[in-house]
């Protein structure tokens, strides 16, 4: 059957030629498909007479099963193809080492603020909580600071906004930890141990001063409560948290509008070397604010100034963190820079206890 050698070629050459399996597809049913070329061959073979049929039909089927294996073939090395080309694409080094998270640390004013808490539990004290959005009630009025105190101006208050044709006197964010005394004692009347550690929001900016920083405000109120309760108890606490064994303070006279007396207290420290000693040396160095709660203060939160006595004092834990741990800028605490974290943070599962050690 002439012929039949170029129909072979001309399929097998197609078939090398088809680049994907559309093209395979089109060779198929061009070759074998219902009206394809050899199909069509196939069924002129019933016309033909059985000698004729005898040497057509084995060499025709003979064609159809080699175009068939052909097809087949390349199909599958077209496959294998695809499969390496996406293996080598999607590539994947399973032993290149992970890419960790950035590991993150307890911030040292976190830390402080825990070991604050630990010791002041421990001298019976609970913690309180206010708001930071507070009214000028709670940070001003009932604190013995009235609307044309100087106080208020030396506060460099951030004021909430008021909507248009709203006249109340604007919230403010709290200045001072003060206002939760208030709010201590007219949740829990007298008698009261309580410190509030928190946020606190003044318009102030420098290397020393950042718009929010932190304080903690202790509060006792109890019978017969005077001022040699108030240096034992700050005694004590400064003990366990400067982690030596003697403290010397010094209480100097000062003012504030919600104590009477008032004190600012000092602590004795050495700079020698250029290293800060708490306990020793010649030097003074300021720590906190204090005095025996204001009878106005009292009554203000709802406790009768006749029967209860109680002292008061606020410091700054950002202050007393750099002393501690011997960080030199403030500003720094704020960043949020993981190196600065790394250096002066604290491992999350060392919590602060009196029983363990309050720093490690
Ligand atoms: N509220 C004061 C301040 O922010 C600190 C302070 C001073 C708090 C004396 C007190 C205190 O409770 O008795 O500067």
């Given at each position: 059957m002439d012929g039949l050698e170029a129909v072979r070629a001309r399929y097998l050459d197609a078939i090398a030629a088809a680049a994907d399996e559309d093209a395979i597809e089109a060779v198929r049913v061009a070759a074998l498909g219902r009206k394809g070329e050899i199909s069509l061959k196939m069924r002129e073979l019933g016309a033909m007479d059985p000698e004729a049929r005898k040497a057509a039909g084995p060499a025709l089927n003979a064609l159809k099963d080699e175009i068939d294996a052909a097809l087949r073939a390349r199909r599958a090395a077209l496959a294998d193809a695809a499969l390496e080309a996406r293996l080598a694409a999607e590539w994947l080094d399973v032993t290149l080492p992970g890419r960790p998270r950035p590991q993150g640390s307890i911030h040292p004013v976190s830390q402080v603020t825990e070991e604050l808490v630990a010791i002041f539990a421990d001298l019976g004290f609970a913690v309180a909580e206010g708001p930071q959005v507070e009214s000028d009630w709670f940070n001003f009025d009932a604190l013995n600071i009235p609307p044309e105190h100087p106080a208020r101006q030396e506060h460099d208050t951030f004021f909430m906004a008021r909507a248009a044709g709203d006249d109340r006197p604007p919230h403010v964010l709290r200045t001072h930890t003060s206002p939760v005394q208030i709010r201590a004692m007219l949740a829990q009347g007298a008698p009261l141990r309580v410190i509030a550690p928190g946020r606190v929001y003044r318009m102030d900016m420098d290397q020393t001063h950042t718009p929010m920083f932190h304080q903690v405000e202790g509060l006792a109120i109890d019978r017969d409560i005077s001022m040699a309760h108030l240096k034992w108890v700050l005694e004590e606490a400064c003990r366990a948290f400067f982690e030596v064994d003697r403290v010397d303070l010094r209480f100097r006279a000062s003012h504030f509008p919600?104590?009477?007396?008032s004190a600012e207290v000092d602590i004795r420290c050495s700079w020698a070397g250029g290293q800060l000693r708490i306990g020793e040396g010649d030097g003074w160095l300021e720590i906190l604010g204090s005095g025996m709660v204001h009878p106005k203060v009292l009554a203000a939160g709802g406790i009768d100034p006749e029967a209860w006595q109680g002292f008061a004092f606020g410091l700054g834990i950002d202050r007393i963190a750099m002393l501690k741990y011997g960080i030199p800028d403030l500003r720094a605490f704020f960043e949020s820079d993981l190196r600065w974290l790394r250096h002066y943070g604290f491992a999350a599962l060392d919590v602060p206890g009196l029983a363990g050690g309050l720093s490690r």
């Open positions: 919600f104590t009477e007396p």
